[in-house]
């Protein structure tokens, strides 16, 4: 038993438990310039996810044909230049989103597949975040997400709306922090002062920690343990950091951001908000700061008014109603998928483009507004490292195996995961490679 003289005062316990509880904010911030990368001469493989809320006009929602004859319906125009790097999947579905009526119940386990309580926030990680648990440390931000549209609190006919805004989840009760902000997102990827700030934080901590372990009790020891175990996983990815890149290895094509931080602050210019949100994925991957980004456009239940599209109406009734004036929206949503192929088939590394090395999927948790989540529109870009053959349609709705899970064990596959299951399948879709 600790006498009172050797006893750590609730003064330095709860000194202690500032600084664990500033752990994950540092960890977070702990960024510098480049990548640490294995040696290796092949760039890595991307993986983007990009989401927009309440599905398509669904009747202008198609595509049919295959390589330079594929036909694209008119959402799909932008893509027209892109048809022969794009696979259109039908038929896909999400179990458990048809659990719920709602669009909350049908949004939040869109990338795991999980089941979602509908009386308290819990579902399941999401394959973004597994692939950054699991291979994220090859970079210095294990992935990148993204949003242009904020969270919604509050409950819909007692569920949490919570899910409606959120893709990407960290835990099966925490949704992964979405940067709305492109000053913050930017800082996320290049700020190195917060890097040594971090370094001091943790050196100091680890000091203090040689002299408090001698003084715990066992019980207590074990639980201080548990503590220094996220301390040292801190350390880890500074020393990561500062690591240099292997002289032989694959280099990224750009070594610092060639575009300026952005001002504080959110756009209220939508077509600008999210042409920079692009841009900042763009650098991200081009300078290999992360592998895995996930970028949410608009919330599903978005109440946006889309005036740039010709919209008078918010985005969530048009959805419901499927006007006319829908489909210019659905091609704006279309017309960011098309700028980030151009800007990647620009980018060189070595005979391949940055497109070439990335594979892209935008997905939407229903067809339409009226939650028809039993056919999802998903759709997929690039080429997955030379995995991926575009100019095809792949219709499931027939199909035995048509679970959006059994698509993901292909992109995690392509980015250097190889799982025997994820959510709720145990087998790959036929097809797809």
């Known amino acids: 038993m600790l006498s009172n003289s050797t006893r750590p005062s609730r003064r330095t316990v709860l000194r202690g438990i500032g600084v664990s509880m500033a752990l994950p904010w540092l960890e977070s911030l702990s960024f510098a310039t480049g990548a640490t990368t294995a040696c290796t001469d092949s760039p890595p493989t991307r993986t983007l996810v990009t989401f927009t809320g309440m599905g398509f006009h669904s009747q202008h929602w198609w595509a049919k044909g295959e390589g330079a004859a594929m036909e694209l319906g008119p959402c799909l125009k932008p893509l027209e230049a892109w048809k022969e790097r794009l696979v259109f999947l039908s038929g896909l579905w999400n179990e458990q989103a048809n659990n719920g009526v709602i669009h909350c119940m049908q949004t939040g386990n869109m990338l795991s597949g999980a089941p979602m309580s509908k009386t308290e926030v819990r579902t399941g990680v999401s394959f973004d975040q597994l692939l950054a648990q699991k291979i994220g440390d090859r970079t210095r931000i294990p992935s990148l997400v993204l949003g242009c ?229 998903i759709i997929l870009l690039g080429g997955a490292g030379g995995k991926l053959r575009g100019g095809r349609v792949l219709p499931y709705l027939e199909s035995s195996n048509r679970r959006m899970c059994s698509l993901f064990l292909h992109l995690m596959d392509w980015a250097g995961l190889e799982l025997d299951r994820f959510g709720d399948s145990n087998e790959r879709l036929p097809g797809v490679c």
């Open 149 to 377: 549209e904020g969270p919604i609190p509050g409950l819909q006919d007692g569920h949490p709306l919570l899910y409606s805004s959120h893709i990407s989840w960290s835990t099966a009760v925490s949704p992964t922090w979405t940067e709305t902000r492109p000053a913050l997102a930017f800082d996320q990827l290049f700020r190195t002062d917060r890097n040594r700030g971090d370094r001091r934080v943790v050196d100091s901590v680890l000091e203090d920690a040689k002299s408090l372990r001698e003084r715990l009790s066992l019980s207590d020891r074990q639980r201080f343990e548990e503590y220094l175990g996220s301390v040292h996983e801190i350390e880890g990815r500074i020393k990561r950091a500062d690591r240099q890149r292997d002289a032989e290895g694959w280099q990224p094509t750009l070594s610092a951001p060639d575009l300026p931080r952005p001002a504080d602050g959110i756009p209220t210019d939508i077509p600008d908000y999210w042409r920079l949100m692009n841009d900042i994925v763009l650098l991200a991957f081009r300078t290999d700061m992360t592998r895995i980004a996930t970028l949410k456009y608009c919330n599903d239940g978005s109440a946006e008014t889309h005036a740039h599209c010709g919209a008078k109406d918010q985005h969530h009734q048009m959805a419901h109603t499927q006007p006319p004036e829908l489909i210019p929206l659905n091609q704006f949503f279309m017309s960011q998928l098309a700028y980030l192929c151009e800007r990647m088939s620009e980018v060189k590394e070595g005979d391949r483009t940055l497109l070439d090395n990335t594979s892209i999927m935008h997905c939407s948790s229903m067809l339409h507004g009226n939650h028809d989540a039993n056919q999802l529109p």
